[in-house]
């Protein structure tokens, strides 16, 4: 069909334009056509999301809208990205100097030089000659080749080549002969580096595993990667509260989410949520933790709209039931009844974990000993432990082994 003229005047924006060409068709219709979701298309036409290119030539093609909604997305997209991104890097800088405060008052006390030399500098990998989006495949084929093995034998098993990894796409990065490259390059850059933070967390090393994180999320401002950022942000938050900074965890995941607003994916708005209700049941705080935990369950229907990001991917209901216990066994120490609810959701972590996730099942068995020593099942919280402690033995996770050692500690 031929597309109408968009409504005259400057009024016109992608969410009005799109209301008006749908016209008639349901929602249901035009997901079809468009193979998207229903509830994506109404987001975007209540302006709750922000339309991407692929998004919208999709629904422009299924509209016959001849490129009115594409020009408009494209025109919403820069002008968003114009009035947001002095506020987002302003908000940014401030979290991130709070994060360094933290760094250097709480961790870097314990790091030593080797500690300190292993994260600074880009290394001496080969800068790749090649360029263009074949070589762009290969490396983000390669991370997720090293997520995949990080999932089934742990972060020693993928840590040097990891870190290896990680420094290749950075001296790419520094050889780029051209903005739109190093945009691109640094997106790969904050992905690579987020693992690399993550990994070295995992094998007991935090004061490194911060500045992996600080210069991941200084990668993803660059490549204009709002929901990367925030993300990572999380991350930073979840290693305050294991080492029992809870406030301070608190107040950086509220950073990250009103950064969030509604631009960043749902996916990473759902973890974030579901890791401040983590913060909240820390302090015993539980109407706000179970407001979170609703939140981030509501979002997370949401989360699989095929944009989903890779370094989110492992977001699903398995993990978020784990986060719903994880939260559960600290309010239950005040409210028992809420031990139950816990115990239900960890048994249906338990029934639907990813048999690939090996690594991450320790914490999941972790937490179900912890419920269930809190409801006073010591046995069956004693053989959840002495799993979780296998697991992570076998793994190499010392984050892990750590709390499964503690779990173990409290049956005796």
Known sequence: MEAAMPESGSRATFATELRRLRGELTLRQLAHRASCSKSHINDL???????TLPIARGLDKA?????TLVALAEAQRRMSEEIAQTAADTAVDGLLREWDDVWRRDFLKSAG???????????????????????????????????RLDNLCGASAVYGPAVDHHRQILAWHAA?????????????????????????YDLGMAENAVAHYNGAAAYARQAGDLSSCINLIGQMSRILTDQGHYRRALALADGALHLAGTRAHPAVRSWLHAVRAHHHACLSDAGPSQQDLSTAWKLLDRADDGEKPPYIG????????????HAMVRLGHKTP??????????????????ATHVR????????????????????IAADFASHAVTVATQTGSARNLRAALDAVGRQR
Not at 338 to 352: D, V
């Open 360 to 379: 991450g099942s320790a914490e999941m068995l972790t937490a179900s000993a912890r419920i269930h020593a809190a409801s006073g099942d010591h046995d």
């Open 63 to 67: 509209l016959g809208a001849d490129g």
């Open 314 to 325: 492992y977001l699903g209901p398995a993990e978020m039931h784990k986060w719903t216990g």
């Open 113 to 147: 030089a080797a500690g300190a030399a292993l994260v600074t500098g880009v290394g001496s990998g080969a800068v790749p000659s090649a360029g263009g989006r074949d070589l762009m495949d290969a490396h983000i084929a390669l991370r997720a080749a090293h997520g």
């Open 45 to 51: 036409e209540h302006e709750r999301r922000s339309p």
């Open 337 to 354: 009844s809420l031990l139950r609810t816990g115990r239900i959701a960890l048994e249906e972590a338990r029934a639907t974990w990813p």
């Open 176 to 200: 780029a002969s051209s903005t739109a490259e190093r945009q691109q390059i640094a997106a790969l850059a904050a992905d690579t580096g987020g693992f690399v933070g993550f990994l070295t």
